[in-house]
Each structure stands twice: as structure tokens, then as C-alpha cells.
């Protein structure tokens, strides 16, 4: 199991923060949207992915991303992020 968790620090997101989960090897991706922070488990296939998570932080604030579980290689190239930048864009490369 996979646990994705983006906390948004100093106030409300202005948009939804998206998240695109590529299964390299075959069309079985999936994506969804958050209104505020969130821990979700992702039930993933073995297999290899790349997970984009992106965003526009609230005003002076910033947005902690991590990404958790049993893998055999990655999260690459590390396994948390924190932006403070206006508008936010973290990829994690896995294979579980």
C-alpha cells in the first residue's frame, strides 16, 4: 500500500489541488482533485508510476507532499516536498 499525504499549510487552497497517477506500462492511470488537505491510500498494481501532484498554495502559505509505503525502488527522487512557491508542482517516480 501507497499513502499520498499533502498538507496545505496557512490558510485554504484558491484551486484544487490535482493529482495524475501514470502507470508507466499500460493506460490504467488515474487522477483526482482535493479541495483541502488529505491522506489518501492508493491501492496500486505492481508495477512502475510516476505521481503528479500540483497546486496553487494560499497566499504566504506552502504545501507539504509526501509520499509513504512499501516500494521495491523510489519515491525518486526523494519521498516528501515542501513548496512555498505561489503555484506547486511535485513528481514522484515509484515502483511498488
Known sequence: MVTLKVTINGGIAPLPVKI???NLASTNDFRFTR???FEEPLNLQPG?????VGGK???????DVSLTGEFIDGPEPQSS???????????FFIEV
Do not use: A, C, Q, W
Request: glycine fraction near 4%; aromatic fraction near 14%.
Open 20 to 22: 495524475y497517477v501514470d
Open 35 to 37: 479541495d483541502e488537505s
Open 48 to 52: 512502475k508510476y510516476s505521481i503528479m
Open 57 to 63: 498554495n494560499p497566499e504566504n502559505g506552502n504545501t
Open 81 to 91: 516536498f515542501n513548496r512555498s512557491t505561489p503555484v506547486f508542482s511535485v513528481l
